[in-house]
């Protein structure tokens, strides 16, 4: 009997070890999935509103947009990648600053002083009936500005 109620206690502790193992497995791969799919899109307004060369900062959603000459976007994250302080517009350079530690970025986003190592983080853009949509939940990092990464009407 002994011998059976020890038994019995084993086998229940596996099975609720399993269960909840089960449920750990699941709950993670859930959130990963919702996670890489999450989408926040700011609607930035009608993409002919804003002028070739031009610098927009919008701040509730915290990114500059930039149109390039050549008509293209790009929308960069306002956080510098040292420690997260809020960049500003250099309007000598139409780059940005770091006011706590100085580190400069080119207009392309680019370092061009430390002690930030990488170019500012860019957010997807999608442009619907003329609209220019930014996705801010994904940062994206990048190790320099390619072409690549303008989004055309
Ligand atoms: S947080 Fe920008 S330079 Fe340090």
Redesign the pocket.
Known sequence: MKFNRRKFITRLLVLVASIEAIFIVKNGVSKSQHNSSKKELFNAGKADAFEPNGLYPFTTGKFYLKRFPDGGFLAMSVK??????V?NINNKTRGFN??????QFNAFGEVIAS??TRPLDIFPITIEKGEILVDIAKPIKRTSFEKSQLTYV
Request: include cysteine.
């Open positions: 510098c990648t040292h420690l997260g302080c960049v770091c006011p706590c530690h100085a580190s002690p930030a």
